[in-house]
T-cell receptor, first 114, second 116 residues
Framework: EAQVTQNPRYLITVTGKKLTVTCSQNMNHEYMSWYRQDPGLGLRQIYYSMNVEVTDKGDVPEGYKVSRKEKRNFPLILESPSPNQTSLYFC?????????????FGPGTRLTVT | AQSVTQLGSHVSVSEGALVLLRCNYSSSVPPYLFWYVQYPNQGLQLLLKYTTGATLVKGINGFEAEFKKSETSFHLTKPSAHMSDAAEYFCAVSTENTGTASKLTFGTGTRLQVTL
């Protein structure tokens, strides 16, 4: 089954404790992206990757890091989480090259930073 | 720059009534337009998309949307609401950027409630 998986689905952590949210896709997509969803703000892009070893900032990159060492994986790293990073996070993937390619979303990771 | 405005953060309709969710976009180049749906505790899934050609686009679950360039709109409709349509709906716009990844910009979402 074609899918994007994220782990963990739920995470409660404390300020300053480094964490990683994993994302993996099995559709051989070049493009992968991280979004955060906050009430009243919709989805905002954090980082994206056009292919292995190619990443770039989205609209709200501060406080986040990413890496793309393999085509299928795109982990999101919070090196020193803060309460304002409490949010619902989505990973997405698609084929790269044309703007009308559908993005496939993971199930989301709900992060709470206390 | 591109942007999306969704009028109404919450819409409530009776089962069997018409569903109309509004979306207006801003883009300096021809847009590609999408509607995604998010059911509770799930990720987003594509309902329908407009690329080129026919301006009336049909999607899954009986939804459709019409691209109106003169009004810069892409409203989502369904003739008869069902309880299972209760979800959050996001309109999104993308444009072609030569040499770089095309960016998908989302609206703030509209939560649809369906009542008996």
């Amino acid at each position: 089954e074609a899918q994007v998986t994220q782990n963990p689905r739920y995470l409660i952590t404390v300020t300053g404790k480094k964490l990683t949210v994993t994302c993996s896709q099995n559709m051989n997509h070049e493009y992968m992206s991280w979004y955060r969803q906050d009430p009243g703000l919709g989805l905002r892009q954090i980082y994206y990757s056009m292919n292995v070893e190619v990443t770039d900032k989205g609209d709200v990159p501060e406080g986040y890091k990413v890496s793309r060492k393999e085509k299928r994986n795109f982990p999101l790293i919070l090196e020193s989480p803060s309460p304002n990073q409490t949010s619902l996070y989505f990973c997405a993937s698609s084929f790269f090259g044309l703007p009308y390619y559908e993005q496939y979303f993971g199930p989301g990771t709900r992060l709470t930073v206390t | 720059a591109q942007s999306v405005t969704q009028l109404g953060s919450h819409v409530s309709v009776s089962e069997g009534a018409l569903v109309l969710l509004r979306c207006n976009y801003s883009s300096s180049v021809p847009p590609y337009l999408f509607w995604y749906v998010q059911y509770p505790n799930q990720g987003l899934q594509l309902l329908l998309k407009y690329t080129t050609g026919a301006t009336l686009v049909k999607g899954i679950n009986g939804f459709e949307a019409e691209f109106k360039k003169s009004e810069t709109s892409f409203h989502l409709t369904k003739p008869s609401a069902h309880m299972s349509d209760a979800a959050e709906y996001f309109c999104a716009v993308s444009t072609e950027n030569t040499g770089t990844a095309s960016k998908l910009t989302f609206g703030t979402g509209t939560r649809l409630q369906v009542t008996l």
